[in-house]
């Protein structure tokens, strides 16, 4: 069993930055690939950033690639996403995501409860 807490957001505005951060318990967080998701009201959630088991290989989906930078550290089992030149339609509630086939990125089997992240205009 793994447990992913999320910390980090808040409100920020438009072009500014926030660093989101996520927790997981036990110890077999290495074993994991960990993705990053969002999810607007009235929207479905959406895979943003994914990164490897090693951290070797990381995906961004077109909406926030060349802004957010997804990283890893093992020794720590966390996880974070760098968001910078944030927008309004950022604005989410942000959760992480562990242990899915890559490719597979909604089969995850541990989510975290969510951090919001809210980008005034």
């Known amino acids: 069993q793994v447990q992913l807490v999320e910390s980090g957001g808040g409100l920020v505005q438009v072009g500014g930055s926030l660093r989101l951060s996520c927790a997981a318990s036990?110890?077999?967080?290495?074993?994991?690939?960990m993705g990053w998701f969002r999810q607007a009201p009235g929207k479905e959630r959406q895979v943003v950033a994914a990164?490897?088991?090693?951290?070797?290989?990381?995906l961004y989906w077109d909406s926030v690639k060349g802004r957010f930078t997804i990283s890893r550290d093992n020794a720590k089992n966390a996880v974070y996403l760098q968001m910078n030149s944030l927008k309004p339609e950022d604005t989410a509630v942000y959760y992480c995501?562990?242990?899915?086939?890559?490719?597979?990125?909604?089969?995850?089997?541990?989510w975290g409860q969510g951090t919001q992240v809210t980008v005034s205009s």
């Open positions: 036990g110890n077999t967080f290495s074993t994991y690939h």
């Open positions: 995501a562990a242990d899915f086939t890559w490719g597979s990125w909604y089969n995850a089997g541990y």
């Open positions: 990164i490897s088991r090693s951290g070797g290989t990381t």
